[in-house]
C-alpha cells in the first residue's frame, strides 16, 4: 500500500517548484504583473490565495542585515567614479583598520543596489576587502524603491554601455588609496551574467566570481582573462541551459574555471531576504568557496 503522507508531500514540492518557477520567469522575462497573478492563481486555488502567497515570495529586506550597516569594525561610504562619459555611484565597505586590501566589485541582481547587496558588500568587508556595489542604474537616477521598478529599468539598459560602465570600476578601485591593486569581481543574477562579461571585457581582473548568471556567447569565450568560479543551482533550469556549451567553450580555449552545482537549490539560492529560494546549505557553501577563491587570487 503506497504511503500517502510521501505522496502529498511529493505533490507539495512539486507545486512549490512551479510556483518558484513561475516567479522565476515573472522577475527575468516580460510576463506582465496581472498574467503572473493569474498564472499563480491558477496553481494555487483562486486570487485571494495568490495574493496571500505573494509576501512570501519577494524579498523581505527586514531581514537583510547580516552584518549590520553601522557595524563598528566597518567604514562606509558612498563614493562615484567616471566610466565612459558617465557617472556611476557605488557603496563602498572596508575594515576601519587604514591597512591596504585586495579589492571586490560586487554586482547587484536585477532588482538593483538594495538593501541585501549592500549587506553582502559589508560581508565581504568584514572579510577583510576593499568591497565596491556599483549602482548600474546610476546614469537613469539611481536604484528606486520599487523592485518591480529597477528591473524594468534593468531591463532597459544596453548591455556593452553597462559592461564598460562596470568594467571602469576595476582601475577605480585597483588605484584606490585602500586597495592593494588587486581586483575582483562577485556577481549575482543578473550580476552573475555581468561578471562573465566583464571577465571578457579586456580588464586587469583577477579573479571572477559568478552566481547562477547567464554565460558568455561563445564566440566571446576566447577573451576571457581572469580565473572564473561558477555557482549554479540544480533547479535552475532557465540558466543552467547554457552550461555545457560554455563550459565546452572554456576547456577548448583552455580557460582556467571552477564550477559547482547545488543540489536541489534554486536561482538565487544566495538571497536570504527571499524565504521562497534561499537555501542556507548551498549559500554557505558557495561563500566559503568564493572567499576562498577571491583569497587565492587576490593575494599580493
Given at each position: 500500500?503506497?504511503?500517502?503522507?510521501?505522496?502529498?508531500?511529493?505533490?507539495?514540492?512539486?507545486?512549490?517548484?512551479?510556483?518558484?518557477?513561475?516567479?522565476?520567469?515573472?522577475?527575468?522575462?516580460?510576463?506582465?504583473?496581472?498574467?503572473?497573478?493569474?498564472?499563480?492563481?491558477?496553481?494555487?486555488?483562486?486570487?485571494?490565495?495568490?495574493?496571500?502567497?505573494?509576501?512570501?515570495?519577494?524579498?523581505?529586506?527586514?531581514?537583510?542585515?547580516?552584518?549590520?550597516?553601522?557595524?563598528?569594525?566597518?567604514?562606509?561610504?558612498?563614493?562615484?567614479?567616471?566610466?565612459a562619459g558617465a557617472k556611476i555611484t557605488g557603496y563602498l565597505a572596508r575594515l576601519k583598520d587604514g591597512a591596504k586590501r585586495p579589492a571586490v566589485i560586487v554586482i547587484h541582481e536585477n532588482r538593483g543596489l538594495n538593501p541585501h547587496i549592500q549587506d553582502v558588500?559589508?560581508?565581504?568587508?568584514?572579510?577583510?576587502?576593499?568591497?565596491?556595489?556599483?549602482?548600474?542604474?546610476?546614469?537613469?537616477?539611481?536604484?528606486p524603491a520599487d523592485e518591480s521598478k529597477a528591473t524594468e529599468m534593468i531591463g532597459s539598459l544596453n548591455a556593452g554601455e553597462t559592461v564598460a560602465r562596470l568594467a571602469a570600476a576595476v582601475p577605480f578601485l585597483a588605484s584606490h588609496e585602500g586597495s592593494t591593486?588587486?581586483?575582483?569581481?562577485?556577481?549575482?543574477?543578473?550580476?552573475?551574467?555581468?561578471?562573465?562579461?566583464?571577465?571578457?571585457?579586456?580588464?586587469?581582473?583577477?579573479?571572477?566570481?559568478?552566481?547562477?548568471?547567464?554565460?558568455?556567447?561563445?564566440?566571446?569565450?576566447?577573451?576571457?582573462?581572469?580565473?572564473?568560479?561558477?555557482?549554479?543551482?540544480?533547479?535552475?533550469?532557465?540558466?543552467?541551459?547554457?552550461?555545457?556549451?560554455?563550459?565546452?567553450?572554456?576547456?577548448?580555449?583552455?580557460?582556467?574555471?571552477?564550477?559547482?552545482?547545488?543540489?536541489?537549490?534554486?536561482?538565487?539560492?544566495?538571497?536570504?531576504?527571499?524565504?521562497?529560494?534561499?537555501?542556507?546549505?548551498?549559500?554557505?557553501?558557495?561563500?566559503?568557496?568564493?572567499?576562498?577563491?577571491?583569497?587565492?587570487?587576490?593575494?599580493?
Amino acid at each position: 500500500m503506497p504511503d500517502m503522507r510521501r505522496t502529498d508531500q511529493e505533490r507539495r514540492n512539486k507545486l512549490d517548484q512551479k510556483i518558484i518557477d513561475l516567479y522565476d520567469e515573472f522577475t527575468h522575462g516580460d510576463m506582465s504583473r496581472r498574467d503572473f497573478l493569474d498564472r499563480l492563481a491558477q496553481l494555487v486555488g483562486g486570487a485571494a490565495a495568490a495574493l496571500a502567497l505573494l509576501p512570501a515570495l519577494q524579498n523581505n529586506y527586514a531581514q537583510a542585515q547580516i552584518i549590520t550597516e553601522n557595524d563598528e569594525r566597518l567604514a562606509i561610504s558612498r563614493v562615484e567614479y567616471d566610466a565612459a562619459g558617465a557617472k556611476i555611484t557605488g557603496y563602498l565597505a572596508r575594515l576601519k583598520d587604514g591597512a591596504k586590501r585586495p579589492a571586490v566589485i560586487v554586482i547587484h541582481e536585477n532588482r538593483g543596489l538594495n538593501p541585501h547587496i549592500q549587506d553582502v558588500t559589508r560581508r565581504l568587508a568584514v572579510e577583510g576587502f576593499l568591497a565596491l556595489a556599483p549602482d548600474a542604474l546610476s546614469p537613469l537616477g539611481g536604484t528606486p524603491a520599487d523592485e518591480s521598478k529597477a528591473t524594468e529599468m534593468i531591463g532597459s539598459l544596453n548591455a556593452g554601455e553597462t559592461v564598460a560602465r562596470l568594467a571602469a570600476a576595476v582601475p577605480f578601485l585597483a588605484s584606490h588609496e585602500g586597495s592593494t591593486g588587486k581586483v575582483g569581481v562577485v556577481g549575482f543574477c543578473w550580476g552573475g551574467g555581468m561578471v562573465n562579461r566583464l571577465a571578457a571585457a579586456g580588464t586587469s581582473l583577477n579573479a571572477a566570481i559568478s552566481y547562477y548568471g547567464a554565460q558568455l556567447p561563445v564566440a566571446d569565450v576566447p577573451k576571457v582573462s581572469a580565473p572564473l568560479l561558477l555557482h549554479y543551482a540544480s533547479l535552475d533550469q532557465r540558466i543552467n541551459a547554457g552550461i555545457a556549451d560554455y563550459e565546452a567553450a572554456l576547456k577548448a580555449n583552455n580557460k582556467f574555471y571552477q564550477m559547482y552545482m547545488y543540489e536541489g537549490a534554486n536561482h538565487a539560492f544566495n538571497n536570504n531576504t527571499n524565504a521562497a529560494r534561499y537555501n542556507k546549505e548551498a549559500a554557505d557553501l558557495a561563500w566559503s568557496r568564493t572567499i576562498g577563491f577571491l583569497k587565492k587570487y587576490l593575494s599580493p
